[in-house]
């Protein structure tokens, strides 16, 4: 079946650094990725729709400055929580859409800022 | 918009119990619906779909229906192992693979031996 990979599993980074995570579609293309959030706890919640050469399209209350994304070919987008405060610790995963409908989902980055 | 609500969790189970975790959908068009679930600290993993009204998904001894005319699709599995522990999702996605899912708030389940 179709394998999504996120890396790094695991981040831990200093309040005010950068952190970048990477998507990648391990035997599809994805020409649309998706980047979602989950809080401790909770549902995982929509961030922004990655397409291939082409801007991301974020959901409302999602800044965009905040958290760049960049799909630059068919099997990779990656999301960079620039300046990261405490707040933005978190569970961030990845899909990509593939056939009939499915969409395969990466296992997840966690993210704690100190 | 489209949205799904799943029944509050947590859910505890004796081992070989049956279950059920109800899942009702809103939305506009004819959905795909999926029930993924997630085990602790890992990701998401497609558990089962349903593409079509009436379509049974089933996958592991899980299995869901979708009812189009109670706009549902249930899960239930009829006799649960240890191993089952783990939180469900009830989502739903237009239909393509491009279409970002909407997600209901998921169930914890916990089965104790």
């Known amino acids: 079946g179709a394998v999504v990979s996120q890396h790094p599993s695991w981040v831990i980074c200093k309040s005010g650094t950068s952190v970048k995570i990477e998507c990648r579609s391990l035997?599809?293309?994805?020409?649309?990725m998706f980047w979602y959030r989950q809080f401790p706890k909770q549902s995982l919640m929509l961030m922004a729709t990655?397409?291939?050469?082409?801007?991301?399209?974020?959901e409302q209350g999602v800044e965009k400055d905040k958290f760049l994304i960049n799909h630059a070919s068919l099997t990779l987008s990656t999301l960079t929580v620039t300046s990261a405060h405490p707040e933005d610790s978190s569970f961030y995963i990845c899909s990509a859409g593939g056939l009939k409908e499915t969409q395969y989902f990466g296992p997840g980055t966690r993210l704690l800022v100190l | 918009g489209d949205s799904v609500t799943q029944m509050e969790g947590p859910v505890t189970l004796s081992e070989e119990a049956f279950l059920t975790i109800n899942c009702t959908y809103t939305a506009t068009g004819y959905p795909s619906l999926f029930w993924y679930v997630q085990y602790p600290g890992e990701g998401l993993q497609l558990l089962l779909k349903?593409?079509?009204?009436?379509d049974k998904g089933s996958n592991k001894g899980f299995e869901a229906t979708y009812r189009k005319e109670t706009t549902s699709f249930h899960l239930e599995k009829g006799s649960v192992q240890v191993s089952d522990s783990a939180v469900y999702f009830c989502?739903?996605?237009?239909?393509?693979?491009?279409?970002?899912?909407?997600f209901g708030k998921g169930t914890r389940l916990s089965v104790i031996a």
């Open positions: 349903a593409t079509k009204a009436d």
């Open positions: 990655s397409n291939e050469g082409s801007k991301a399209t974020y």
């Open positions: 035997d599809f293309q994805a020409t649309t």
């Open positions: 989502a739903l996605s237009g239909n393509s693979g491009n279409t970002p899912l909407v």
